[in-house]
């Protein structure tokens, strides 16, 4: 069964600073997807990863993925408050193959950024 | 193309009653599928069509629930005879089959059993 663990699960921090958020997951897949969710809202897909190192970046965010290790990061740069939100990552369960038989998503990451 | 909707956005009901969501995806996607997402947790999967078939369906998907997509297009999620753990959010999503396998989220449909 495809486990995917994120950590850190709560994070506080101050604009201006950055730090980076881990996603770890259980067996072989190659696709591999952030998603962002405000208080009460959906989820808004981040990055779509699809390869071994792949890298994609949008503002102050960016995010990688390293198949072999079975891990991928999403970092944050120079945070400011409106990236407040939970973080989900998301593993394609990858058993047919072209594309996604739904996805196993980490517990989120909630981020806090105080002014 | 207005994105994933989905209706009613809020539900509140009493144990023992039926209840029943719609989800109508983005119009060229023929993958659809619903998730369940309790407070501070990530969604679980529960189901999904490609087309009218329903190619799979989880363990959390107890008989009390049933899930159709009749003509391929919108799909509906019943619930019989609820029970207060289904207090959820429903989260619907579609996808283009032999795409990136990036899932469209709806907005949701929040369920409260009394």
Redesign the interface.
């Known amino acids: 069964e495809l486990k995917?663990e994120q950590n850190p699960l709560f994070l506080s921090m101050q604009e201006g600073k950055n730090y980076t958020i881990y996603c770890n997951y259980s067996t072989t897949s190659d696709?591999l997807?952030w998603?962002r969710q405000d208080p009460g809202?959906?989820?808004?897909?981040l990055f779509?990863l699809?390869s071994n190192g792949a890298v994609k970046q949008e503002g102050r965010l960016m995010a990688s993925l390293d198949t072999k290790a079975r891990l991928s990061t999403l970092h944050i740069t120079a945070a400011v408050h409106d990236l407040s939100a939970t973080y989900?990552c998301?593993v394609?369960k990858g058993r047919t193959g072209?594309?996604?038989?739904?996805?196993?998503?980490?517990?989120?990451t909630h981020l806090i950024i105080q002014p | 193309d207005t994105g994933v909707s989905q209706n009613p956005r809020h539900k509140i009901t009493k144990r023992g009653q039926n209840v029943t969501f719609r989800c109508d995806p983005i119009s060229e996607h023929n993958r659809l599928y619903w998730y369940r997402q309790t407070l501070g947790q990530g969604p679980e999967f529960l189901t999904y069509f490609q087309n009218e078939a329903q190619l799979e369906k989880s363990r959390l998907l107890s008989d009390r629930f049933s899930a159709e997509r009749p003509k391929g297009s919108f799909s509906t999620l019943e619930i019989q005879r609820t029970e207060q753990g289904d207090s959820a959010m429903y989260l619907c999503a579609s996808s283009l089959y032999r795409n990136t396998g990036e899932l469209f989220f709806g907005e949701g449909s929040r369920l409260t059993v009394l």
Do not use: H, I, M, Q
């Not at chain 1, 809202?41 to 897909?45: A, G, Q, T, V, Y």
């Not at chain 1, 072209?98 to 517990?107: H, R, Y």
């Open positions: 995917v696709r997807y998603y809202k959906s989820l808004e897909s779509v699809l989900f998301a394609d072209g594309g996604a038989d739904g996805l196993t998503f980490g517990k989120g």
